[in-house]
């Protein structure tokens, strides 16, 4: 009997590829696009579904296969958007891609695929999956530089076991060969680099539609040598352009934000060895364990602060209700918001975010 797998096509080639594989594999596909924000954001002069849309229908054509389109747009708003600016005015830097996964795209539309009578879902996502007969197990791709098991870290055994990553043991230039051997229209579609479903928009202009200026004291060694914007429109680590005079009176000719005050809104900026820009120990709350449940502690492995950095080497802890992961190596920009994400070798054993 033939599986029926329910494809995400959101109109790039990741996704596309993914598609052209099931289908040369005797899987029964049909593609799925998911239409989640229809705001026009700034720099663009159309929401970005329209054209995404387009290019998935042209890949459907393609392959011959029908495209289903689902509105996810409420669940997104609430989830997602919502999500992103209450943290940003929190302080916190948040990482919208993360809540994503595991709330809409694919919970949502594994929901409907149960409903349609979809044996599994599967997406353009670099991740493997490995099933036996207790659970389902997330691997880092084979492609290092386009690993995506930070942003899936979040998922559960429900959404796992029904699965399929089909490029997950492909590097991104291997894709490429093969939709263009697939002869698929989107085989030199250049990557979205923005925000997920609403596109590449400059963070700050985005935030400053729903989050006003909330001016306060820049402070640098102790002085406030200046004023801030607001507090959500930083993020630990960046660099800070401004007072570039002053800084050198100081003796500091690079300038980085080190810490932000929430209670009296004051940004904190150092220089590149500021020691308030490293850490050695981090808590981490809301934990989601991909197994299901928690391993045994203290346990050694590795950790990931951000999509693409290389892991580093912890000793994580449970003391009480909290999660104490302390470093080998002191890290540099530790962002409250983000995601502490936990690995062992190459199996992605989950992650929460960073307190």
């Not at 934000?257 to 709350?285: M, R, T």
């Not at 994400?341 to 992605?348: M, Q």
Request: net charge positive; with cysteine; charged share 30%.
């Amino acid at each position: 009997m033939i599986s029926k797998v329910l494809c995400a096509i959101s109109g790039g080639v990741d996704s596309a590829t993914s598609a052209a594989l099931l289908q040369k594999a005797g899987y029964g596909v049909t593609g799925a696009f998911m239409k989640c924000y229809s705001d026009i954001v700034p720099d663009a002069t159309a929401p970005c579904w329209i054209e995404d849309r387009r290019e998935a229908l042209r890949v459907a054509a393609k392959l011959g296969i029908k495209l289903l389109s689902f509105d996810f747009e409420k669940e997104y708003r609430r989830d997602v958007i919502d999500y992103l600016y209450k943290e940003y005015r929190a302080g916190r830097t948040p990482n919208p891609d993360v809540m994503c996964n595991k709330y809409v795209k694919i919970p949502l539309l594994l929901k409907a695929a149960k409903k349609l009578g979809f044996d599994y879902i599967a997406t353009g996502h670099y991740a493997r999956l490995r099933r036996t007969k207790d659970r389902a197990e997330l691997f880092q791709a084979a492609d290092e530089n386009k690993d995506q098991t930070y942003f899936l870290h979040q998922l559960g055994q429900k959404e796992l076991s029904r699965l399929i990553f089909p490029i997950g043991a492909l590097r991104k230039d291997e894709v490429r060969v093969l939709a263009k051997q697939f002869d698929l229209p989107v085989a030199d579609r250049e990557e979205s680099m923005g925000i997920c479903f609403v596109g590449e928009t400059p963070m700050k202009e985005f935030l400053q539609k729903k989050i006003k200026t909330r001016r306060g004291p820049v402070i640098f060694r102790g002085k406030k040598i200046g004023e801030h914007e607001g507090l959500a429109f930083y993020t630990i680590g960046e660099r800070y352009g401004g007072l570039a005079r002053q800084a050198r009176k100081e003796g500091a000719t690079q300038l980085f934000v080190v810490d932000k005050h929430s209670k009296n809104n004051q940004l904190v900026i150092g220089s590149a060895d500021d020691s308030l820009l490293f850490k050695k120990k981090i808590q981490v709350s809301k934990v989601n364990w991909l197994a299901g449940q928690p391993p045994v502690f203290p346990l050694k492995c590795e950790v990931r602060l951000r999509h693409r950095q290389p892991l580093q080497k912890a000793i994580i802890k449970c003391i009480g209700k909290k999660i104490e992961v302390n470093f080998e190596k002191p890290q540099r920009a530790v962002t409250p918001g983000q995601f502490a994400v936990f690995y062992r070798g190459n199996e992605c054993l989950g992650g929460g975010t960073i307190a």
